[in-house]
């Protein structure tokens, strides 16, 4: 390939100094939140004595309509500043008062759906709170108002660092790296001055201005110095994305890898036409830049790479993490054009193509994804947080979830510290969401909870961190439960993961397991208890071995069926000691299925249940079960009912 003249390179800015004063650090974003949250209260009390006047009269017309529009006017602005779970309950609120009869039972539940609607607000005000704020620094400017409280919080709560920019206090340094300017007046000649004087102070940072509605002409007269111009209206959500649009544009460096032959003389052709160049070893050094984000592009040679060009194309393009990749191919003769964008080159060059016109494209193409690519503020990570201030925001998870009827995973890994060293644990907190919860709860175990995940998908995501950081490899051991079905608290949870981690120890499991996981069983066993309450089963499973018993527990109602059933391929128990009330379906349907499958007649049953009503007792014994013991029970009587089963046996 033809070495053409002509160098661009890197442009290295000077760092100036900041002649404008800074109020920085959360202290502005605490003011800004108590303001909003000012505001916001005014409203709820305002639709709660609505709401509660239902308990002495029925609504008025009007009242009415002031009760629905304070709820879509507080649902949307909630939802604008992040707060989604309280907008979705105003949203039910409201559809409670669009009712024609509105009684007690609807202003009970609407009185209680604001409650959680605070709750839920506050959750996420204290999990914010919580969070380390390690994000690029915004400035913001402009007079105090709504508008800008907003635009803090918004931009707080997602992880951005917040300096309030103000005249008149003394001289600091430059560190912000974007700035948002709220301009009050649509006259945008006379905030002229100001964009102008900013972007003295800031002039490589990226801008956007917030303007009133105004002509053409005034807003033609500052696009020159600013980045972007948005309404003041704008929602807050939609500014702070086109902030860290912007910056991840700005960040983003033009990086290739090349590999082949001369890959030494063209990385460095192309590191003189403004490109972060280099060379590669071989396939796998391209694939471990392009993981890991040292080089965004790679342009493949030809000659003897192993594999060759299409496969390693092929290679990155099933690879999920580095689909974004450019990929920039170089063939002998245009033959090879067609099969290799078919396979998902984004650009194909003949041997003669002039550098320029590669450097050129391969930039293209960079910005190009720059711009459509999912945005992300790269100095923000998840990352574990201490143990005390975790326990109140999974708890706060954990009423979410039942207010919602959603599911909750809560994993737990058994990871010494000195195992996980000074950086696993964060390293495995960046692989989950900004919602979910990771920490260290104490030197030996590191908990993780997810929203909305049950414990087959759980299970299925520790998967991926054992294969991603080797942890099997070192000994980890990790289950995962899900709420309700495995627990009903925290300590239930935490207690089934313990449970299950041991036994999978102890007996040689996986490495990766749900909480309720039983080692094969090879010979039968003496007691199968069937029973949801997990803190239950680790009392009663213990006190049963310790007296000799061989004891199988399945918290699966589904699971114990297909055991009991022949359906497993598994020995069936002596004794059954099954919980009436079961996640799924109800015992005496459990009952009827193991009839059908004719297993009752080789298993004793006996009911272990709360319920006492003489109906549903009646309707298990005609299905087939030999006795009952009440909840709660006393050990001995139940040993005694036991011993008696088994000998009749």
Request: aromatic share 4%; hydrophobic share 45%.
């Amino acid at each position: 390939m033809p070495n053409v003249a002509g160098h661009i390179g890197p442009h290295h800015p000077e760092t100036n100094e900041d002649p404008a004063g800074q109020a920085s650090d959360f202290a502005s974003v605490e003011r800004a939140l108590e303001r909003i949250q000012t505001r916001v209260e005014a409203k709820f009390t305002r639709l709660e004595r609505l709401i509660v006047t239902v308990f002495d009269r029925p609504l008025e017309p009007t009242e009415v309509i002031e009760a629905l529009e304070l709820c879509d006017g507080l649902g949307t602005k909630l939802g604008m500043l992040g707060f989604g779970v309280s907008a979705e309950l105003l949203r039910r609120t409201a559809t409670q008062l669009d009712q024609d009869d509105l009684g007690l039972p609807a202003c009970m539940a609407m009185s209680s759906m604001l409650e959680d609607a605070r709750i839920a607000m506050t959750a996420v005000i204290e999990e914010s709170r919580v969070m380390s704020r390690n994000g690029s620094t915004l400035a913001v400017v402009g007079d105090e108002s709504e508008t800008l409280d907003d635009i803090m919080w918004v931009a707080a709560s997602r992880g951005l660092r917040i300096t309030r920019v103000v005249e008149g206090m003394e001289t600091g340094r430059q560190d912000a790296a974007a700035i948002v300017l709220a301009a009050g007046h649509p006259d945008l000649s006379r905030v002229r001055p100001l964009v102008r004087g900013l972007r003295e102070r800031y002039p490589l940072q990226p801008f956007v201005l917030l303007t009133p509605p105004g002509e053409i002409s005034d807003r033609l007269s500052v696009v020159d110095l600013v980045t972007t111009v948005m309404p003041l209206a704008a929602r807050p959500t939609a500014v702070i994305d086109e902030v860290r649009g912007t910056l991840a544009r700005a960040a983003h460096e033009l990086s290739v890898i090349v590999l082949g032959e001369q890959a030494d003389w063209v990385a460095g052709e192309m590191a003189h036409r403004g490109l972060a160049a280099r060379s590669a070893s071989g396939a796998e050094d391209v694939l471990s830049a392009l993981r890991s984000g040292t080089a965004r592009s790679v342009l493949l040679l030809p000659g003897q790479i192993d594999p060759n060009p299409n496969e390693m194309l092929r290679t990155i393009r099933t690879d999920r993490s580095l689909r974004s990749s450019i990929v920039g191919i170089v063939g002998e003769t245009m033959e090879l054009r067609d099969p290799a964008l078919r396979d998902g080159a984004d650009a194909f060059f003949s041997a003669q193509t002039d550098l320029d016109d590669v450097a050129v494209t391969l930039k293209m193409r960079l910005r190009r994804r720059a711009e459509i690519e999912p945005l992300a503020d790269p100095d923000v990570h998840q990352q574990s947080i201490p143990w005390a201030n975790a326990s109140v925001l999974i708890e706060r998870m954990l009423t979410s979830a039942f207010r919602q009827s959603t599911p909750m995973g809560l994993a737990l890994l058994r990871i010494p510290r000195e195992v996980a060293g000074p950086n696993l644990d964060d390293q495995i907190a960046r692989e989950f969401r900004q919602d979910d919860v990771i920490a260290r709860r104490d030197d030996q175990s590191l908990v993780l909870a997810l929203q909305g995940v049950g414990r087959r998908t759980i299970r299925k995501r520790l998967e991926d961190v054992h294969d991603k950081f080797g942890l099997t490899d070192l000994g980890v051991r990790s289950v995962g439960a899900e709420f309700p079905v495995d627990g009903r608290s925290l300590n239930e949870l935490l207690a089934q993961n313990q449970i299950a981690v041991d036994r999978i120890q102890s007996e040689g499991g996986p490495a990766v397991a749900g909480a309720d996981w039983q080692p094969e069983v090879s010979q039968a066993a003496d007691v199968f208890l069937v029973d949801p309450d997990a803190t239950l089963a680790a009392v009663l499973v213990p006190t049963l071995e310790r007296r000799g018993l061989r004891v199988h527990y399945a918290q699966d109602s589904i699971d114990a069926l297909d055991h009991l059933t022949g359906h497993a391929g598994k020995p069936l128990p002596a004794v059954v000691l099954l919980e009436l009330d079961l996640q799924g379906f109800d015992g005496l349907h459990f009952l009827r299925q193991m009839r059908e499958a004719g297993t009752l007649a080789r298993v004793r049953v006996i009911v272990l249940t709360a319920r006492i009503a003489e109906n549903d007792l009646l309707q298990a014994f005609d299905l087939g079960a030999d006795d009952y013991v009440t909840k709660p029970f006393s050990t001995p009587l139940l040993m005694h009912r036991l011993d008696r089963a088994l000998k009749r046996r």
